[in-house]
């Protein structure tokens, strides 16, 4: 545990329907909720991950629903987020987030653009129940914009309705290459299908790359997240697939963590190698 005792005080807060901030005023805690905490902060120390426990996890502005079985949302994916919305030359854009998990940044952007229509494409059947439960949410709150697809991001044609239609492609898929060895509460936690992406961990990225060029419009653009070992490699397989405007990105912590680049506009040539 990084951080034992706000993961506590979250807990707390948790079972006591109070903010952490609060959990100074109250006056005292009986006995059933702190059998309550006591429990919860034991299932923690032995490695459950917070967001499990509490079934909520932050992301942007959102609580999401998680739990055993979808992918947990991470602090350096909201990067994304921004990354798009900087890319963005409509008011009102079509974009699509593949391997949507949890709805993390599909949803995420539906909230901070509400002019946005989003697809939200995630194909694994746990992690589905909690995007439908986000997605509808979301719904609930009068956003109707919001499209789910149960679908194979590497199976082709994808969304073949969308072709050549969409502005953003967005996308946090499996990248840590197979038997690169994880810390035991990321291992344990998240399912393999989420992390895993092949011996060189590139195996959904390499079809990925290729569907999300012929999906978006000329000078739509895609943001994907990446292992940290492939600050090299992603950028390259973006040129290989035709894409313009390649450009690497680290997270706050200095990695190699994302590219972004454009599908060249109409009439645009590559330079001759
Ligand atoms: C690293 S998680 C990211 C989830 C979410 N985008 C986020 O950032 O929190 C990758 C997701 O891709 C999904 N996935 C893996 N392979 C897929 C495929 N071939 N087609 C569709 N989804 C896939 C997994 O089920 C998982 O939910």
């Known amino acids: 545990m990084a951080s034992p005792r706000v993961d506590a005080e979250l807990l707390a807060a948790h079972v006591l329907g109070v903010s952490r901030g609060r959990l100074v005023l109250l006056d005292g805690v009986d006995r059933t909720d702190r059998d309550k905490i006591d429990a919860l902060v034991a299932r923690r120390a032995a490695g459950t991950p917070l967001q499990h426990l509490t079934g909520v996890a932050a992301f942007r502005h959102l609580e999401l629903a998680v739990g055993p079985g979808v992918f947990v949302p991470r602090p350096e994916t909201e990067l994304l987020v ?143 997240e990446h292992d940290d070992t492939h600050g090299t490699a992603v950028p390259r397989l973006l040129v290989a697939a035709g894409y313009a405007e390649v450009a690497d990105h680290r997270d706050l912590a200095g990695r190699d963590r994302y590219s972004t680049a454009r599908r060249p506009p109409a009439g645009w040539k590559t330079a001759p190698s």
């Open 82 to 224: 921004d990354a798009g919305r900087a890319l963005l030359s409509r008011p009102d854009p079509l974009v699509v987030d593949l391997c949507a998990g949890s709805g993390a940044l599909g949803l995420a952007v539906a909230n901070e653009l509400p002019t946005a229509r989003v697809v939200l494409v995630e194909h694994d059947p746990a992690a589905l129940r909690y995007l439908r439960r986000n997605a509808e949410s979301r719904q609930a709150a009068g956003d109707p914009a919001v499209r789910l697809v149960d679908a194979d991001v590497t199976a082709d044609p994808l969304l073949p309705d969308l072709t050549g239609t969409v502005d953003l492609v967005l996308t946090n898929p499996p990248y840590v290459p197979t038997g690169t060895p994880l810390p035991p509460d990321v291992a344990g936690a998240d399912p393999d299908r989420a992390l895993y992406g092949g011996a060189d961990g590139l195996a959904v990225i390499r079809p990925l790359v290729r569907a999300a060029a012929r999906l978006l419009r000329p000078g739509g653009a895609l943001v994907i």
